[in-house]
């Protein structure tokens, strides 16, 4: 049943636009190069969010910024 409950919620998740997109970010002097790794869903009772990373980075850092907002300005 846990299983059927994940899946449904990961169906769920991919059917609606996530709250948040997650990119990598490596600075390499003054630049900065962003990669987006992920994304993140508000939970209903708004207490949490659900964080679906593609990659797991191993250097830089990860910033969540909400869809709308272009990263790189």
């Known amino acids: 049943m846990v299983n059927n409950q994940n899946?449904?919620?990961?169906?769920?998740?991919?059917?609606?636009?996530?709250d948040f997109l997650a990119w990598h970010v490596?600075?390499?002097?003054e630049k900065s190069f962003w990669n987006k790794v992920g994304a993140a869903w508000k939970?209903?009772?708004d207490k949490g969010f659900t964080i679906q990373?593609?990659?797991?980075p191993i250097n830089g850092r990860i910033v969540m910024r909400r869809p709308m907002d272009d990263p790189r300005n």
């Open 7 to 18: 899946e449904n919620q990961t169906n769920q998740q991919s059917q609606n636009a996530p």
């Open 26 to 29: 490596i600075d390499k002097g």
């Open 43 to 45: 939970h209903k009772d």
């Open 53 to 56: 990373l593609e990659v797991v």
